[in-house]
């Protein structure tokens, strides 16, 4: 069975600073792994994916995520956080196994920058 | 762009109504899916379609059904509200088995419907 914890419900950090926001998964099969991002009252936005090709991902806003298979992690970072990066973070599987696109969800990292 | 849509953003239901929430999505995408989120309870999944008239339980669909009678659209139904279903709903849809490409499974997510039920 997959499943994937956040290590941190939440994690300050001040502008300007690295954010790492860190995410462990667990899976019988080759995984794909994402990480979403929901700002206050709005969906969820992909921010990056993994699919079993390069282990360094980059995504949008400058933010990236390394694949390490020996630690099942999968944590985000961004080298210098912008106040605008203030938001939930969620770090997700889908099993590569199941055709019908399944995915579970962390329980999401709220991430507060101060300025 | 992907564009999925959701009928409503903020909606007051009373105990006891039939509820309807729509979504739709423009990108052709076979897979399609109802979640809601709780805080500390992250998103959790209610039903899930595969294709036209195909549905699946989720992890949590004790008092809900959907329909999918086009490609494009998924309704979720609360057959009586309760107040245990006040959350926040969200509806995405992804691609499906007919992609030639190894498929990534990505979601692309509506705004949300915040349901409030007295």
């Known amino acids: 069975a997959q499943s994937v914890t956040q290590l941190d419900s939440h994690v300050s950090v001040s502008e300007g600073t690295p954010v790492l926001l860190r995410c462990n998964y667990s899976s019988s099969y080759s995984p794909s792994l994402f990480w979403y991002v929901q700002h206050p009252n709005k969906g969820l936005q992909l921010l990056l994916k993994y699919t079993s090709a390069a282990t360094l991902v980059k995504g949008i806003n400058g933010f990236e995520a390394e694949f390490k298979k020996s630690e099942t992690s999968f944590h985000l970072t961004k080298p210098s956080a912008h106040m605008s990066d203030a938001a939930e973070y969620f770090c997700v599987v889908s099993n590569s196994s199941s055709n019908t696109g399944k995915l579970i969800f962390g329980q999401g990292t709220t991430l507060q920058v101060k300025p | 762009d992907v564009k999925v849509t959701q009928s409503s953003r903020y909606l007051v239901k009373r105990t006891g109504e039939k509820v309807f929430l729509e979504c739709v999505q423009d990108m052709d995408h076979e897979n399609m899916f109802w979640y809601r989120q709780d805080p500390g309870l992250g998103l959790r999944l209610i039903y899930f379609?595969?294709?036209?008239?195909?549905?699946e339980k989720g992890d949590i669909p004790e008092g809900y059904s959907v329909s999918r009678e086009k490609k494009e659209r998924f309704s979720l139904i609360l057959e009586s509200a309760s107040t245990n279903q006040t959350s926040m709903y969200l509806c995405a849809s992804g691609g499906g088995q007919r992609e030639v490409i190894l498929p990534t499974y990505e979601q692309y997510f509506g705004p949300g419907t915040r349901l409030t039920v007295t």
């Open positions: 379609s595969y294709d036209v008239k195909m549905k």
